[in-house]
């Protein structure tokens, strides 16, 4: 007598959805329960409350002015760097690779420490800066250094990675029509990574205004003049705990909108493709 033969994927496809239904909540759960714990902690007239206070403005309107400035200087160093590091090959290259990625994986920690070595008073070059006056540590100028130092591989990476997939076939075209280099950079060349170029950028101005490691150890937490959101969060966490869970606050809004942003861009950049 036959045995029915039973069909193991009816099964299975249950299964597997059941396990991948878990793995997301489960994830998911994980990463947004802290951050909705800092909405819980506090109440809208608290929030409004500490937002009108002038150590939490001051922070703000220092990191927005501190990051779009490192920002404006990663993009107009940082894209013809990007572009001339992706279109050669010459001896070393691996080692320069490598060298821009660093900032990624190194503690901010040890990134301050390093900067401070080289800019303070005694270091390497603020030594001779010193002599003409000229102070770097401990100053907004610091807070710059530092953010450009630790956020401009975000950019460098992706602008490296767009200049390389681009097809040269485009740039070799126009050269042969007549056109000059620069003009072929600013109507071809950018035009056709716009959108990867601006995702890169938002990330980068996302990971200056979060930076914090490094501002501290370099640029030190001076109100009004060094101390931005991250380290006005330290500060309030260690006095009024609604200051810094209302900047903690306006830090998680930036960053969701930077992200949302980036995908927007991302699928902008794909419909384009």
């Known amino acids: ?19 991948a239904a878990v793995l997301i909540i489960t994830v998911t759960f994980y990463l947004a329960v802290p951050v909705l714990a800092l909405f819980f902690r506090t109440t809208p007239e608290l929030f409004l409350e500490s937002l009108q206070n002038p150590e939490v403005l001051s922070a703000l309107w220092l990191s927005i002015f501190t990051s779009v400035i490192s ?39 040890v990134a301050g420490v390093a900067l401070l070595l080289l800019y303070g008073r005694s270091g390497l070059v603020g030594k001779y800066l010193s002599m003409f006056g000229i102070s770097i540590a401990f100053t907004t100028l610091a807070v710059i250094i530092a ?53 890169g950028a938002v990330m980068t101005f ?4 979060g930076e914090f490691g490094a501002t501290l150890m370099f640029a030190g937490n001076l109100p009004g003049v060094t101390q931005t959101m991250p380290l006005a969060v330290y500060v309030g966490m260690q006095g009024e705990l609604n200051v810094g869970i209302t900047v903690s ?17 991302a699928k902008k950049e794909v419909r384009n493709a």
């Open 1 to 19: 007598m036959n045995r029915p033969i039973v069909n193991a994927g009816k099964f299975q496809r249950p299964l597997t959805t059941i396990i």
């Open 71 to 109: 920002l404006v200087i990663v993009l107009l160093v940082g894209t013809p760097f990007a572009y001339f590091h992706s279109r050669n090959q010459y001896p070393g290259r691996m080692l320069v690779d490598t060298i821009i990625d660093l900032p990624l994986v190194l503690p901010p920690a």
């Open 147 to 199: 953010q450009i130092f630790v956020a401009s591989p975000f950019y460098l990476r992706q602008a490296k990675s767009l200049f390389e997939q681009l097809d040269p076939a485009y740039e070799k075209t126009a050269l042969t029509l007549g056109a000059s280099p620069l003009r072929i950079f600013a109507t071809i060349t950018l035009p056709l990574t716009a959108g990867g170029l601006v995702s």
């Open 206 to 209: 996302g990971r200056a205004l």
């Open 249 to 265: 606050i306006l830090l998680v809004i930036i960053s969701f909108a930077i992200m949302i942003a980036i995908r927007i861009l």
